[in-house]
C-alpha cells in the first residue's frame, strides 16, 4: 500500500470510530488523528453525571484509552491542533504542543471537529464562576468549583495523566457557591439542574420559552417543568438573561424584564455550534444550517475530504433534506461508516431522526423526529398530533406509572412524523418503538397495528404508543 | 336499523373488545355477548401475580365491570353458553344457568371462545392438588390451596360477585402445601415458579427441553434458567413427566426416566390449544394450526362469522402465513378491528409478529418473530443469528447491567426474521425496537442505522439492538 495516510481531525466519537473502523478494514493505511487537546474517545453525555458525583472518575469516562488506540495502530496524535486544510495540495497544517508547526499530507482526510458550547447573547460569561459544560475539562472545572477550597486535586476527580492541573488552579481558594442559575433549559440545563441539587444548592433555572426542553414539544415540557419544581428548582421561565455581573466573580444575574438574581454560580447552556472554522478558507461548503454540507457517504463538497459528527449535516429521516443534528450516536455511526468507507467498502452513514432522551431526576422523556409544527409544515406536512396519558404497565400491577404519548402525523397521508414520549417508567426506552416506526416510513394505521410486547409488568395490552397511534388515527379520519 | 344483532361468543378480550366497538361506532345496532362463566373482560396475564399476593383482589384484574360493558349498551348474557351455530339458519343455541335452551338469530357472529390449558399427556391431573392455571377461578383455587385451610374465602381474595363459593370448598380442610412441582416452562409455568417461591415454598420446575422458555431460544432459557437457580427454584431440566399420583390428593410426581418427586401440590403448564368445540359441527373451516380459519378482516368460511383471540388464527408478519400466537394483545385488536368491520367499516385485524415478554424474578425476556432454525426454513429462509451481549446503560453509568440480543436475519436478502432480548434493566421493552422492525420488513443494514435514543441512564451509544444488528451484519457480509 502507498496510499497517502488517512488522516482524521478530531479524537473523540466520529473521529475515533472512523480511525478504528479503517484500521481494522484496511490494516495497512496509515491512519493518523490530530486531537488538539489531551482527552480522547470521552463521552460528552457523561460529564453531568460526573458533575452530579454519580461517576467517581473523569477517567471512567474514556471509551478508550490513548494506549487502546496505539494498539489498534492509529497513529494518535494529542495536543496536536490542525490549523489549516490545503485541498489542492492534500495537506493539513498542523501545530504541535510546543509550537512546532509541519505539514501532514492526506489521501483522505476526515474533519471531526465537533461543536462547542454557546454563549452569546448572554453578556459577562467570562467572569470567573461562569461555566459551560462542553468537555472533560470543563466538567472538572465546575466540579472543583463545587468543592470545598482546595479540595479537588487531579487525583481526587480521577483525571488521569490528562487533566491539566492548571484547570482546577483557579478554585484553589474559592468560596463555594450555595446559589446557582442555569442559563438555559436545554438537555445540558435539566442535567445539570439535577446535578446542582445533588449538591445542596438552591438551584434556579432560566428559560427563555414556555417550558423547558423545547425540541421535546409542550406535553414533555409541562411535566419536567412540573417534576424539576417538586425537586426545589425555581424555575424562570419565559425570562431572557440578559447579562451576568460581578467583580471578581459572578455575583448577580440580570434579565431583559428585570428580573434579577443574586448567584455564586451560573451555568449557560443555550445551545451548541458547529466547529467549521478550519473550513472556512477552503473549498469545503457548509449546509444552510452551517455545518459542513456533506452527501449519504459523509463526503463532502472537496474529493477527499469527509467530515462526520457534531461539525456536520446529515439526512433526515422524515424530511429527507439535510440538517444538523448533534448527538452522540450520529457521530458514532458516520465516523464508522466514513471508516469503512475509506478503506475501500463504501458504506452509507445512516438517516437520522432527531432521536434523543433525557433524564430530569426521575423523568424520562424522549423525542424523534418532527414535533413542532413549524418544522412539520416547513417540510411539507399537515401535521395533526394527538397526546394521550397511559399507564406504563397493566394498571392494577405495582409501579405502574403515567406516561405520557405524543403522536404526530401528516393528515393527508397519514404518515408518522415524530413523537415524544415521557414518564417515570421505563419512558425513554418506547421512544426507540416510535424512532424504528419513523425509519420504516410507516403510517399511523401501521403503527396502531404493531404486535408490541405485553406483560402486566411492562405494559398494558395496548402499549402506550399503539394507544396514541389509535387515538390519532380517529382523529385523522374526522 | 333491522339488521339482525351482532352476537358475539365469550365475554372476554375479543369479545368485549368487538362488542364495545361495533356499539361505538354503530349505536343503533343491537349487540348480544355470551359468556358461559361469571366473568367477564378480565387479564389472563394478571392472574400469576395474584396468586403471588402482589394484586390484592381478584375483581382488580377486570378491565371492565359487567355494569360498565351495561352503560355501553351491549346486552350482555353470563352463566349462558352457547352449544351450537346453525349457519344456515344465521342461529346460535344457548343454554342459561338454569338449563333452559332458545335460539338467538345473528346477523354477524363472533366466536371469541378463547383457549384452554393442556394437560395431556399427563396422567393423574384430575387429582385434587393439581392445577392450571387458566382463567379467575383457576387462580382462585390456587391462591386459597396455598393459604391456612379455611382462610380463603371470596371476600379475602377480593371475588366480588363473581367467584363462585363452590370453587374454594375443597380447600376449606386443606393442609397448605410445602413442596410444589411446576410441570412445563413456558410463560405460565416461569411465572408462577416466582410466584410460588414468594409465599416460601419449595419450588421444582420440571421441563423437557433443555432450558426454560424454549420459544424464547437459547440465549433467553439459559439466563432465566440460572436466574430461576439463583431463586432457589430446582430446575429438571430434560425430564418428562409422566404422571401424578395419590390418593386424596397429589402426593407425587413420576418422570419417564425414573426421576420421581414427593409433592403436595402441581402446576401443570404444558400448553394451550384454542377452543373449537363450538364450530366442530358446522361449516366454519379450521386452519393447519387447529385453530379457526380467519381472512385479513377476521372473517371465517362462513358469510357473516367471525373469529378472534385465542380460538383463531392471524397473519403472521414474517411468513406471510396464517398461524396461531394466542396472546392478550392480539385478541383485542382483532376483536377491536371485527367490531369495526361488523359496523360497516371494513379494518383489517393486523398482523402478528408473535411477541411476546415474561418476567423471571429480576430477568426481563423478550422474543418476537421466528427464533429458531427450524421455523425459519420452513418458511423459506436461510437462516443466520447472532447473540450479542452489552449493556443496558452507559458502562460507567450507575445500574448498568448486562442485556443479551439475539437477532436472526435471512442470509441472501438480510432481512430481519426474529429476535430476542433478556436482562434485568428495561430489556422487554427492547423488544419492541425489533418487533417494529420486523414489521417495517427492515434489512438488518437498516436495523443497524436505525436512530435509536442514547442518553447514559437509558443506553449505551450503540443501543445492545444495534449492536446486535451490526454484529449480526457483519456475519451475513462474511
Same mark, same amino acid.
Given at each position: 500500500?502507498?496510499?497517502?495516510?488517512?488522516?482524521?481531525?478530531? &479524537?473523540?466519537a466520529?473521529?475515533l470510530?472512523?480511525?478504528?473502523?479503517?484500521?481494522?478494514?484496511?490494516?495497512?493505511?496509515?491512519?493518523?488523528?490530530?486531537?488538539?487537546?489531551?482527552?480522547?474517545s470521552y463521552a460528552?453525555?457523561?460529564?453531568?453525571?460526573?458533575?452530579?458525583?454519580?461517576?467517581?472518575?473523569?477517567?471512567?469516562l474514556l471509551s478508550l484509552s490513548?494506549?487502546e488506540?496505539?494498539?489498534?495502530?492509529?497513529?494518535?496524535?494529542?495536543?496536536?491542533?490542525?490549523?489549516?486544510?490545503?485541498?489542492?495540495?492534500?495537506?493539513?497544517?498542523?501545530?504541535?504542543?510546543?509550537?512546532?508547526?509541519?505539514?501532514?499530507?492526506?489521501?483522505?482526510?476526515?474533519?471531526?471537529?465537533?461543536?462547542?458550547?454557546?454563549?452569546?447573547?448572554?453578556?459577562?460569561?467570562?467572569?470567573?464562576?461562569? $461555566?459551560?459544560?462542553?468537555?472533560?475539562?470543563?466538567?472538572?472545572?465546575?466540579?472543583?468549583?463545587?468543592?470545598?477550597?482546595?479540595?479537588?486535586?487531579?487525583?481526587?476527580?480521577?483525571?488521569?495523566?490528562?487533566?491539566?492541573?492548571?484547570?482546577?488552579?483557579?478554585?484553589?481558594?474559592?468560596?463555594?457557591?450555595?446559589?446557582?442559575?442555569?442559563?438555559?433549559?436545554?438537555?445540558?440545563?435539566?442535567?445539570?439542574?439535577?446535578?446542582?441539587?445533588?449538591?445542596?444548592?438552591?438551584?434556579?433555572? $432560566?428559560?427563555?420559552?414556555?417550558?423547558?426542553?423545547?425540541? $421535546?414539544?409542550?406535553?414533555?415540557?409541562?411535566?419536567?417543568?412540573?417534576?424539576?419544581?417538586?425537586?426545589?428548582?425555581?424555575?424562570?421561565?419565559?425570562?431572557?438573561?440578559?447579562?451576568?455581573?460581578?467583580?471578581?466573580?459572578?455575583?448577580?444575574?440580570?434579565?431583559?424584564?428585570?428580573?434579577?438574581?443574586?448567584?455564586?454560580?451560573?451555568?449557560?447552556?443555550?445551545?451548541?455550534?458547529?466547529?467549521?472554522?478550519?473550513?472556512?478558507?477552503?473549498?469545503?461548503?457548509?449546509?444552510?444550517?452551517?455545518?459542513?454540507?456533506? /452527501? /449519504?457517504? &459523509?463526503?463532502?463538497?472537496?474529493?477527499?475530504?469527509?467530515?462526520?459528527?457534531?461539525?456536520?449535516?446529515?439526512?433526515?429521516?422524515?424530511?429527507?433534506? $439535510?440538517?444538523?443534528?448533534?448527538?452522540?450516536?450520529?457521530?458514532?455511526?458516520?465516523?464508522?461508516?466514513?471508516?469503512?468507507?475509506?478503506?475501500?467498502?463504501?458504506?452509507?452513514?445512516?438517516?437520522?431522526?432527531?432521536?434523543?432522551?433525557?433524564?430530569?431526576?426521575?423523568?424520562?422523556?424522549?423525542?424523534?423526529?418532527?414535533?413542532?409544527?413549524?418544522?412539520?409544515?416547513?417540510?411539507?406536512?399537515?401535521?395533526?398530533?394527538?397526546?394521550?396519558?397511559?399507564?406504563?404497565?397493566?394498571?392494577?400491577?405495582?409501579?405502574?406509572?403515567?406516561?405520557?404519548?405524543?403522536?404526530?402525523?401528516?393528515?393527508?397521508?397519514?404518515?408518522?412524523?415524530?413523537?415524544?414520549?415521557?414518564?417515570?417508567?421505563?419512558?425513554?426506552?418506547?421512544?426507540?418503538?416510535?424512532?424504528?416506526?419513523?425509519?420504516?416510513?410507516?403510517?399511523?394505521?401501521?403503527?396502531?397495528?404493531?404486535?408490541?410486547?405485553?406483560?402486566?409488568?411492562?405494559?398494558?395490552?395496548?402499549?402506550?404508543?399503539?394507544?396514541?397511534?389509535?387515538?390519532?388515527?380517529?382523529?385523522?379520519? /374526522?
Amino acid at each position: 500500500m502507498t496510499a497517502e495516510p488517512f488522516v482524521v481531525v478530531g &479524537g473523540d466519537a466520529a473521529g475515533l470510530s472512523a480511525a478504528s473502523k479503517c484500521k481494522r478494514e484496511a490494516p495497512d493505511r496509515e491512519v493518523v488523528v490530530f486531537e488538539k487537546g489531551p482527552w480522547v474517545s470521552y463521552a460528552h453525555c457523561g460529564t453531568p453525571y460526573f458533575v452530579k458525583g454519580e461517576i467517581d472518575a473523569l477517567t471512567d469516562l474514556l471509551s478508550l484509552s490513548p494506549d487502546e488506540v496505539d494498539e489498534r495502530g492509529i497513529d494518535l496524535r494529542r495536543e496536536h491542533e490542525v490549523t489549516g486544510i490545503d485541498t489542492s495540495e492534500r495537506t493539513v497544517a498542523v501545530r504541535d504542543a510546543d509550537g512546532d508547526r509541519r505539514d501532514q499530507p492526506y489521501g483522505d482526510l476526515l474533519v471531526a471537529t465537533g461543536g462547542h458550547a454557546l454563549t452569546a447573547p448572554v453578556d459577562g460569561t467570562g467572569l470567573p464562576g461562569v $461555566f459551560s459544560l462542553h468537555g472533560m475539562d470543563d466538567a472538572a472545572a465546575i466540579r472543583a468549583a463545587l468543592e470545598p477550597a482546595g479540595e479537588a486535586t487531579v487525583e481526587s476527580l480521577g483525571g488521569g495523566d490528562f487533566l491539566d492541573p492548571g484547570v482546577l488552579e483557579p478554585y484553589a481558594d474559592w468560596a463555594p457557591p450555595e446559589t446557582v442559575a442555569i442559563v438555559g433549559g436545554g438537555y445540558v440545563g435539566v442535567e445539570m439542574a439535577e446535578a446542582f441539587t445533588a449538591h445542596g444548592l438552591d438551584v434556579h433555572l $432560566f428559560q427563555r420559552g414556555e417550558h423547558v426542553l423545547g425540541p $421535546f414539544g409542550e406535553a414533555v415540557g409541562e411535566r419536567v417543568d412540573a417534576e424539576l419544581r417538586d425537586r426545589g428548582v425555581t424555575l424562570h421561565l419565559g425570562e431572557t438573561v440578559e447579562r451576568l455581573v460581578g467583580d471578581e466573580r459572578v455575583e448577580r444575574l440580570e434579565c431583559a424584564g428585570g428580573t434579577a438574581l443574586d448567584v455564586d454560580l451560573a451555568l449557560v447552556g443555550v445551545g451548541v455550534r458547529p466547529n467549521v472554522g478550519l473550513v472556512a478558507d477552503t473549498p469545503v461548503e457548509l449546509g444552510d444550517s452551517g455545518a459542513v454540507a456533506v /452527501d /449519504d457517504y &459523509g463526503r463532502t463538497s472537496v474529493d477527499g475530504v469527509y467530515a462526520a459528527g457534531d461539525c456536520a449535516e446529515a439526512r433526515h429521516a422524515v424530511t429527507g433534506a $439535510f440538517d444538523w443534528v448533534p448527538l452522540g450516536l450520529t457521530a458514532n455511526r458516520a465516523g464508522r461508516a466514513i471508516g469503512q468507507t475509506v478503506a475501500g467498502d463504501p458504506k452509507p452513514t445512516g438517516d437520522i431522526a432527531g432521536t434523543a432522551v433525557v433524564k430530569a431526576f426521575d423523568q424520562e422523556a424522549g423525542r424523534t423526529g418532527l414535533v413542532d409544527r413549524e418544522r412539520c409544515e416547513a417540510a411539507g406536512f399537515d401535521p395533526v398530533s394527538e397526546t394521550v396519558t397511559d399507564s406504563s404497565r397493566s394498571s392494577y400491577y405495582p409501579g405502574a406509572a403515567e406516561t405520557v404519548v405524543t403522536l404526530t402525523a401528516d393528515r393527508e397521508t397519514g404518515r408518522l412524523l415524530g413523537g415524544t414520549v415521557v414518564g417515570t417508567d421505563r419512558a425513554a426506552v418506547r421512544i426507540d418503538t416510535v424512532a424504528t416506526a419513523l425509519e420504516g416510513d410507516m403510517t399511523v394505521a401501521e403503527v396502531e397495528n404493531l404486535d408490541l410486547a405485553y406483560a402486566p409488568p411492562f405494559s398494558p395490552v395496548w402499549d402506550p404508543v399503539l394507544t396514541a397511534a389509535k387515538v390519532l388515527h380517529g382523529s385523522l379520519d /374526522d
